[in-house]
Nanobody, 130 residues
């Protein structure tokens, strides 16, 4: 089981951009499906995006498609979430999660479900000011 660490959160203005990073302090991500989830205060955790081990398969939540881009650098053991055109409703905690992949494919039926993932980071806060 990998140990995940997120970074890159912070304060940004509406319409601005941030790139979050998810690294492994223990273990390797190269064989893992990695996903980003988010949780607003008092709300359920919700799926944002996921990427397959090679990076060749990705899947996004509809509301972030075209604004967010998930990518990975296996050589650096890191997965990124580039967020553009940020909105006030993007003010939430973001978490990365990882699960050993059985194949190089993101299956939305499986990987958009938080229960699929065994490894989680502590989260990084994003605040979008209007």
């Amino acid at each position: 089981q990998v140990q995940l660490v997120e970074s890159g959160g912070g304060l940004v203005e509406v319409g601005g951009s941030l790139t979050l990073s998810c690294g492994a302090s223990r273990g390797t991500l190269s064989r893992q499906i990695v996903a980003w989830f988010r949780r607003a205060p008092g709300k359920e955790r919700e799926f944002v995006a996921a990427i397959s081990p090679s990076g060749g398969s990705t899947y996004y939540r509809g509301s972030v498609k075209g604004r967010f881009t998930i990518s990975r650098e296996n050589s650096n053991n890191t997965v990124f979430l580039r967020m553009d055109s940020l909105k006030p409703e993007d003010t939430v905690n973001f978490y990365c999660a990882a699960q050993l992949a059985s194949r190089d494919y993101v299956d939305p039926r499986i990987h958009a479900d938080a229960r699929t993932f065994r490894s989680w980071g502590q989260g990084t806060q994003v605040t979008v000011s209007s």
